[in-house]
């Protein structure tokens, strides 16, 4: 039986490239569900001047593949512009790496889907969207797909944990039904507005608990 890894994909394993987190990034995401197993962070720095990606860093909580992708990712956009790191595929990564086992090729999607959504977070922070689709509570419920109840590994939409959205005049008021003085309670605001406030067209955004 033929071994499923190619070399590359042992190297970016054993010695991944890039691990860890950037002080104060200007862009960051999170792709991914501890539920299924994989999941992914990207931070990035950029120089405004040439609209590059100066730094990148990845943390990759999953499998051999999982951290070989988010691995070679960095490596394919470091130095490039925003408009070429985004053009990168989750093909070109598995090429890059030689191949991946086709069971584990939603690992390159999530690699490169994590550093599309870091961009957009630059992009939105400083206000750089072009596409610039009008902030709808359907939008808002979108992003907080990515938030994860930390008791479920779930995020908090699957989980039922947002029992109110309520947008008026450019403010969003995201209503969360737990606590306020839940353990996670804090994480979760802080992790929340990292989603909302950055859209292009929200004046204030809050977010509430049920007790």
Request: hydrophobic share 40%; proline share 5%; with cysteine.
């Amino acid at each position: 039986m033929k071994f499923p890894y190619s070399e590359t994909v042992l190297e970016h394993f054993r010695h991944p490239r890039n691990v860890g987190k950037i002080e104060n990034p200007d862009g960051k995401a999170m792709e991914g569900s501890p539920a299924c197993g994989d999941m992914v962070s990207v931070h990035i720095k950029v120089d405004p001047a040439a609209n590059t990606i100066s730094d990148i860093k990845f943390e990759s909580y999953g499998c051999a593949s999982n951290i070989a992708t988010g691995s070679i990712i960095t490596e394919l956009a470091k130095g490039k512009t925003l408009d070429e790191a985004r053009k990168i595929t989750w093909k070109d990564a598995s090429e890059a790496l030689g191949g991946l086992p086709k069971i584990k090729v939603h690992c390159s999607v999530l690699a490169i889907g994590g550093l599309r959504s870091a961009i957009r977070n630059y992009e939105e922070r400083h206000g750089l969207v072009k596409e610039k689709v009008p902030t709808t509570k359907e939008v808002v419920r979108k992003r907080l797909k990515k938030v994860m109840n930390p008791l479920t590994g779930l995020d908090l939409v699957r989980t039922n944990l947002i029992k109110e959205i309520e947008m008026k005049d450019g403010d969003v008021r995201v209503v969360i039904d737990l606590p306020a003085d839940h353990q996670f309670a804090s994480a979760l605001k802080e992790e929340i507005l990292e989603k909302v406030e950055p859209l292009w067209d929200v004046k204030k955004a809050v977010v509430e608990f049920t007790e």
